[in-house]
């Protein structure tokens, strides 16, 4: 049976898992694939502590360069992160016309489409399925499964962290704080949890599946980010009286103005299967023209969820080298057409601070109106910081220049306690 040389850079978590998976299931690969995945080189810094695997110490090397030339590793799997140094030894591996298999996201959204060019011109390809959504295999599902189809629109719950303290937030009616350090603690949540807590984990994955639905580039500079820092137990309690759930999300939609990619805090209906989407599981809606909706759901990180991914691409890559198979451009154009987030319409939840006298309702109206906003429904609370109260505003849609305009002339007012929270909402209906 022919053998696959597999050098891997990386022997951390999701290393080890890799590690696990080709000895817990070569066997079955190899009854599917008639080849034979062999791990030649294993490359870390650290080749001392546990990792709950036992790999064989002759093939460990700290020089990652040293298992990238090895002419006996004909894959490399590249699973260290960070942006410099994984790039570059991508690079390496690629000069060399070998195929690499990536999980590292950031790096993708920075610099995929370089990357992807040269794994053209040197008649090789880049592999990224765990990259998005760890096991879930939507990178596949889009790519293969509906390549009959344009993509209108991708919503995805792709940062199981976010879903974690969101989930967390609204079933014990906690602060975030309080549930963002239990979630530190249970080890859901890194020490320094800004890259999660702020969307950027999920920007980069949104880069990722945009570009690749709509065969350009799309630059993480294009994509409007916010986290969830600033939603409060309040505002989940406020939005399931509405009938809605809050969720971090990933929008990627295409229209007649071209594509357009966003991540932030949502307002989701109750009935939609996105809101039903809890703990640290993530989610991906993606509807094509021809085939409809399509959702794909499971474990977004971890171990074993993503060393699956992993391995799935590592089956990829080697059937595609052993029968010289060329996989078709990631990206098909250098560059396309992509809406600015002033342009994007949606309608909004605003949680106002108010003082508690006539006439000041009519003075929100108002500026919203100059704007263009029309309201659909307000409703006050009782519940008084001071001499304010949180009035609640769903507005119709409008666009999102508008939106500015109209709240930072609204908190301007002498009668506005606090800055004014507004989360977007997401009917889904196209």
């Known amino acids: 049976m022919k053998e696959i040389g597999i050098g891997l850079l990386g022997f951390g978590t999701v290393g080890a898992g890799v590690v696990e998976g080709l000895q817990q299931n070569g066997k079955l690969l190899e009854e599917r694939l008639d080849l034979r995945l062999a791990l030649r080189r294993l490359a870390d810094l650290d080749l001392d502590s546990d990792r709950g695997v036992k790999a064989d110490r002759a093939l460990m090397t700290r020089d990652a360069g040293e ?16 942006v410099t ?22 790096l993708l959204a920075e610099a995929g489409a370089e990357l992807h060019r040269l794994a053209a011109e040197k008649k090789t390809a880049l592999y990224f399925e765990a990259s998005v959504g760890g096991g879930i295999p939507i990178i596949k599902a889009v790519r293969e499964g509906l390549v009959a189809n344009r993509i209108t629109s ?37 020490a320094e949890p800004s890259l999660d807590v702020d969307g950027h984990d999920t920007a980069h994955k949104a880069v990722v599946l945009a570009s690749l639905a709509h065969g350009f580039p799309v630059p993480m500079s294009a994509v409007h980010v916010e986290g969830i820092r600033n939603i409060s137990a309040g505002d989940i309690s406020y939005a399931a009286e509405m009938g809605y759930r809050i969720k971090l999300l990933a929008v990627i939609k295409q229209g007649g103005n071209g594509v357009e990619a966003r991540v932030h805090p949502t307002l989701v209906p109750h009935a939609h299967p996105l809101a039903a989407v809890s703990g640290v599981f993530n989610a991906v809606l993606v509807s094509g023209d021809i085939v409809g909706d399509t959702l794909y759901y499971g474990r977004g990180a971890g171990r074993r969820a993503t060393a699956s991914a992993v391995l799935a691409d590592l089956a990829d890559a080697a059937r595609d080298l052993s029968s010289g198979a060329r996989r078709p451009p ?72 508008a939106f500015r305009a109209a709240l930072a002339e609204i908190d301007r007012l002498e009668v506005v306690g606090a800055p004014t929270v507004r989360i977007r909402i997401e009917d889904f209906q196209e």
């Open 67 to 82: 298992a990238i030339r090895d002419p006996n590793v004909d894959i490399v799997v590249e699973l260290i992160g960070g």
């Open 85 to 106: 140094k994984a790039k570059e030894f991508i690079r390496q591996a690629l000069e060399l016309g070998k195929p690499v298999v990536t999980a590292n996201k950031a």
């Open 154 to 190: 991708v919503y995805g719950i792709l940062n199981g962290t976010c879903n974690y303290i969101l989930t967390r937030m609204e079933e014990e009616k906690l602060p975030f704080e309080q549930v963002l350090k239990a979630a530190q603690q249970a080890g859901y949540a890194e």
């Open 330 to 401: 990631v990206l098909r154009r250098e560059s396309g057409k992509l809406r600015p987030i002033g342009e994007i319409v949606t309608r909004c939840y605003l949680r106002l601070s108010l003082l508690d006298k006539p006439g000041v309702l009519a003075l929100v109206a108002q500026a919203l109106g100059r704007k263009g906003i029309s309201i659909a429904s307000v409703m006050q609370k009782e519940t008084r910081v001071g001499q304010h109260v949180p009035v609640l505003v769903v507005t119709h849609s409008a666009p999102e220049s």
